[in-house]
């Protein structure tokens, strides 16, 4: 750094007013640190130096996130030009750009200072002590959440209504409180839009007051990974139980606010008598037991769309309704404008404020949920112009390999500096056994016996964890929760043939009423769970040859070989060039 400095000096470059910050620790990021940041004249260069003797896409990857991060959450370098650079040993083969990442060797430092200087200056003080507000993960939410710690007032969350939902489900509660009503209150969303941390915020303010709360989830999974990471039992509790203990047994509950999250999987009247002999569905047997509770009640319902994957949850929105027609007691339905008219005949006020349209997950890729549905439904060409955008303005990548190793490697090259990141296997529930010649034990017993909650929240050396990359969860155990970056193993099961995907869903009992939908859905759990990007896992079977032609064609990147930059080979097997 002190060479390039001089060579920028010699070339006659005005730095008087740059800065030079080694290991900028980025606030609770737990350590997560980039080499160098220049602060040159008006502009942001990020540093990061890699003794490798080769080109690694993962290196790429890691410098462009902390370039990301710092222009997204940190204060004062909003709407600066920030510029990632990764230093090699020697890049004769690779120097230039990967994507918005420019490569160099240290001799070529000054030329990227040079190009990528301002006019202007960052005052270097004001810089260091500027906000920085990262989004945090569900876990991590929740964990602040419930101690007493503020959530950061993440920009992105601000623009996208999250607050003015928290607010708006308060005053309801508070209404309802205060003239003794009670009320149904929808909250609907894409994934990863911040509904469940919309329904813990409810609880958590109501907590610790005379009128309790409770977060429902029919989730067992979310319920599970959250009960362990907040170390209670007391504020998320199984859906299921509530049900048995409140509903079935008539019992009343001493909580005014029920949060029920994912409502539109709550069971229907079919899968309840299969399960306990009653027909009644969930949404029945809440609304009773919410009746009995003494004054005031209000239900608020978490909405997940197009997430529906078990046996029971494909009657949706509808059961609500039905619960609520004809009860003796008036309920005033809060929702959505494009739900009311799922309502007609009920007491219905919509607010536009109880939609989160934009996904938080996946920092700026906020088109991955309708990505992820043209995918799914055969839409190649227009999902290719989405993906598009993911990678050079984003910072979202979409990845896709034949060789596990390869995946593998990526993922633990990526974050091997940075502990707290998570990472691991996924893999459809319709695909059992399929992957067993790949190395991955993705049996039913396999499923059984993972212990989801140190999948999720183990540290990455401990052999329970995601991060040990031995055993996949499904679209059952991954729900509503997050990594950032999963590895998508693609099965047989959702296969592309003849210009169009041949889905073979599992036979279940009961049978589905709908399984090609239900498997679909399965697919847009799984393509949804990543923060930093996604890995694509397709085995070299020529079974899945043409899938891999039409994830390409929708914009997948194969994921580049060591010392190649991407785009710059076809993919082994795959029959389609980059």
Known sequence: MSDALSACLIAGLDTNSWSIVFEYE????????????????ASIVVIEFKSAPQYYQAHADQVEAYARDILEYHEASRGRNVTPVLVLRDVSAVRGGAGPVRLTDPG???????????????DLG????????????????ARRIFRHEALPHVRRALSHGVPRTVELVRGISDHCELRAERALVLVTGVPGAGK?????RAVYERSDIEAKATFLSGNGPLVKVL??????????????????TFGIQGKTPSQHLIVFDEAQRAWDRRQMHRKHGIDRSEPDLLIEAAERVPGWSVIVGLVGEGQEIHTGEESGLTQWRDALLGRSETWHVYCPPHVEELFDGLRVDAKSNLVLPVSLRSHRAEDLHEWVRRVLRGGLDMAAQLASRFATDDSYHLYLTRELSDAREYVRIRYADEPDKTYGLMASSHSWRFFEPQGIRHGFRDSQRLNVARW??????????????QVPVTEFQCQGLEVDMPIVCWGTDYAWHGGQWIKKPIQRRPPLDHPDQILENAYRVLLTRGRDGVVIFVPPVAELDETVGALIGSGVEPLPEPSQLPGQRPIAGAGVSA
């Not at 070529?108 to 960052?122: F, K, T, V």
């Not at 009960?227 to 049900?243: M, Y």
């Not at 999720?456 to 040990?468: H, I, Q, T, W």
């Open 227 to 244: 009960q362990d990471a907040l170390k209670s039992r007391v504020f998320v509790r199984d859906l299921h139980a509530f049900i048995k």
């Open 26 to 41: 980025l606030p609770f990021e737990n350590g997560r640190r980039p080499d160098v940041v220049v602060l040159a004249g």
């Open 108 to 122: 070529g430092i000054d030329g990227e200072l040079s190009a990528n200087c301002r006019e202007g200056s960052i």
């Open 456 to 469: 999720f929240n183990a540290s990455a050396d401990d052999p329970e964890s995601g991060c040990a990359l």
């Open 196 to 200: 469940t941390l919309v329904g813990l």
């Open 126 to 141: 004001l810089w260091l002590r500027s906000a920085y507000a990262p989004l945090p993960t569900l876990v991590a939410a």
